[in-house]
Nanobody
């Protein structure tokens, strides 16, 4: 059974930091491009960042220089370090595993709210 379980969301201060983690099971982790997406109220889900194996990253323009995605192939986890948070980062964040050959899987999402 495939599981992607996000953690680390919650309330963040403007200008502050949060770190999201996604623990996976039931997939051959190293064969997937891992990513984070987000969906704000009333908006479509959008790409935040992706990371390939062995580690090529891609970021949305809105988070470049503020967010860092990383993966640990030994622990089958992917993380998103979010710095310099602002109100526009408020959204539900979803972990994604994508493989052209093996399919796509999503986590259940974790809420991030940026507010003073």
């Amino acid at each position: 059974q495939v599981q992607l379980v996000e953690s680390g969301g919650g309330l963040g201060q403007p200008g502050g930091s949060l770190r999201l983690s996604c623990a996976t099971s039931g997939i051959i982790f190293s064969r997937y491009v891992m990513g984070w997406y987000r969906q704000a109220p009333g908006k479509q889900r959008e790409l935040v960042a992706t990371i390939t194996n062995p580690g090529t990253t891609n970021y949305a323009d809105s988070v470049k220089g503020r967010f860092t995605i990383s993966r640990d192939n030994a622990k089958n986890t992917v993380s998103l370090q979010m710095n310099s948070l602002n109100s526009e980062d408020t959204a539900v964040y979803y972990c994604n595993a994508n493989s052209h050959w093996l399919g796509t899987h999503w986590g259940q999402g974790t809420q991030v709210t940026v507010s003073s």
